[in-house]
């Protein structure tokens, strides 16, 4: 018995590290790809963890059956069929429960993964790059500034596959400058005051920036009538929008921004346009608050522009090189030009759904292999043992619903139960899993239901086809061989 545990599970754990090095170079690959290295997927303190593990299946699927042989009287042998059975349901029963909770698991994160992708964040993140990088580190008048960023712009704006280019003075990971932006005729204490809402940050950006980027703006974007001396103009965005003029439209209108920001003789700036969202500091955070200004009419103590968004045509990966070669032919002192897509920035925090769907949903998928084998197993067993009985069953006219019943009732009654017990299992775990998701319930009946019919009819399967195996054999010619 030992001799042919361990050479099956040998077997087994043989598949399961060749199915580990594949999907780890998969899950890495997907996950990680702009990683240049990557650590084994199976290194020595893995192996030894499979073989203490794959010598303790060994002994105990091995030993336990014989113990209870051994242990067992003559009576209790001869009753050994029924408690053979009773022990294959329980475990085909812990198979299908666990089933249930890792694709309920991959269901809800790959729900989550969908909804977190599916997000408004402001801008066209495939077809958008942005270069990072700081001017202020070099010892530069005014003057050089200038004419270096305009020198970048017209050299990034020739380049092959670029159709726009726009400067901003804001980090996107970072928050901006805070402003107490109010209305004319009531102050920035009736809006900001302690557990109201933040105060909304303030930003320059260039002349036709929120056309560069895909913005949905409603208005216009900031051209060349927003010259200095002229009139103030100002973008926000919708949650400040509701804010400030709940009731009213807010284009046209005047948000004063404060003095210290500002021209103190007029600080008051037009709406021209409201841009429903822009990913700031954080993709998730739907309520932050944002007023722009053009960079032309920037508040007085802002610094020079510090990205520079570029919008291409056709996939921006491929203009990547030649975006950060033309910035550094500009100023080549420049000590660091970080050029990347809009995707790839805000990928790491999509990246925690799409790992816990890609987990969950390959565990999930191995362990209705497992069930699917196993209930496959148990009723090829129980059809083998109960042969003569079946035969005699269907000459006596016993129809295949009947047949069904007898062969695979069990087995498809146990997979029910563990269904029943996975799903509760995963509403128990409700407040650890749904910290995890993304404006999805634990408790989605779409999610749980669909997955329950999945491995109700992946079973089904598994259980027909020995049934049917069986029901065009001869009766009287298994019969006979019995």
């Known amino acids: 018995m030992i001799v042919e545990a361990g050479i099956i599970v040998a077997g087994a754990s043989l598949g399961a590290a060749v199915l580990a090095v594949a999907g780890g170079q998969v899950i890495s690959q997907l996950l990680f790809s702009g990683n240049a290295r990557r650590a084994p997927v199976i290194d020595l303190r893995v192996l030894m963890v499979m073989t203490l593990v794959g010598l303790l299946v060994t002994i105990s699927i091995s030993l336990a059956p014989m113990l209870y042989a051994v242990r067992a009287n003559l009576s209790t042998l001869l009753r050994v069929g029924h408690a053979s059975a009773r022990l294959r349901s329980i475990l085909l029963g812990v198979q299908a429960g666990l089933s249930i909770v890792l694709l309920i698991a991959a269901g809800?994160?790959?729900?989550?993964?969908?909804?977190?992708?599916?997000?408004?964040?402001?801008?066209?993140?495939?077809?958008?790059?942005?270069?990072?990088?700081?001017?202020?580190?070099?010892?530069?008048?005014?003057p050089e500034i200038e004419r270096a960023y305009h020198q970048m712009a017209s050299d990034v704006r020739s380049l092959p596959g670029v159709e726009r280019v726009a400067f901003a003075e804001f980090n996107p990971y970072r928050n901006g400058r805070a402003v107490a932006a109010r209305t004319p005729d009531r102050s920035a204490d009736v809006f900001w005051h302690p557990g109201v809402s933040e105060v909304p940050m303030e930003a320059a950006v260039d002349t036709g920036f929120f056309r560069t980027v895909g913005a949905q703006l409603r208005g216009r974007d900031f051209d060349s009538r927003d010259v200095p001396g002229g009139e103030k103009v100002a973008i926000i965005n919708e949650p400040l929008a509701r804010i400030l003029w709940p009731d009213r439209d807010a284009l046209g209108r005047c948000v004063v921004l404060p003095v210290r920001f500002s021209d103190p003789t007029n600080n008051c700036?037009?709406?021209?346009?409201?841009?429903?969202?822009?990913?700031?500091?954080?993709?998730?955070?739907?309520?932050?608050?944002?007023?722009?200004?053009?960079?032309?009419?920037?508040?007085?103590?802002?610094?020079?522009?510090?990205?520079?968004?570029?919008?291409?045509?056709?996939?921006?990966?491929?203009?990547?090189?030649?975006?950060?070669?033309?910035?550094?032919?500009?100023?080549?002192?420049?000590?660091?030009?970080?050029v990347g897509r809009l995707a790839d920035a805000i990928d790491p925090e999509i990246r925690p759904w799409r790992l816990g769907t890609m987990m969950f949903g390959l565990f999930g998928v191995v362990a209705l292999a497992i069930a699917v084998v196993g209930l496959y197993g148990v009723v090829s067993f129980t059809a083998a043992q109960r042969s003569s009985e079946i035969?005699?069953?269907?000459?006596?006219?016993?129809?295949?619903?009947?047949?069904?019943?007898?062969?695979?009732?069990?087995?498809?009654?146990?997979?029910?139960?563990?269904?029943?017990?996975?799903?509760?299992?995963?509403?128990?775990?409700?407040?650890?899993?749904?910290?995890?998701?993304?404006?999805?319930?634990?408790?989605?009946?779409?999610?749980?239901?669909?997955?329950?019919?999945?491995?109700?009819?992946?079973?089904?399967?598994?259980?027909?086809?020995p049934t049917r195996r069986v029901l065009r054999r001869n009766p009287a010619a298994v019969l006979r061989i019995d």
């Open 108 to 142: 809800l994160f790959a729900m989550s993964l969908y909804r977190v992708d599916s997000l408004d964040i402001g801008v066209d993140r495939d077809h958008t790059l942005m270069a990072r990088f700081d001017l202020t580190s070099r010892a530069l008048s005014k």
């Open 269 to 338: 700036y037009r709406v021209v346009g409201v841009v429903s969202g822009f990913w700031r500091r954080t993709i998730l955070n739907r309520d932050l608050l944002l007023v722009y200004v053009p960079l032309t009419q920037r508040p007085v103590g802002g610094g020079p522009p510090r990205a520079l968004f570029v919008r291409t045509m056709a996939d921006p990966a491929s203009t990547i090189g030649a975006v950060r070669a033309a910035i550094q032919r500009v100023r080549p002192d420049l000590p660091a030009v970080s």
């Open 391 to 465: 035969a005699v069953r269907v000459a006596l006219g016993a129809s295949p619903r009947h047949v069904l019943r007898v062969v695979a009732g069990n087995g498809l009654a146990a997979t029910s139960i563990g269904l029943a017990l996975g799903w509760t299992v995963t509403w128990i775990s409700e407040r650890w899993i749904g910290s995890l998701l993304f404006e999805t319930s634990p408790h989605d009946l779409r999610i749980v239901l669909g997955l329950a019919a999945l491995l109700l009819a992946t079973t089904g399967v598994a259980a027909a086809v």
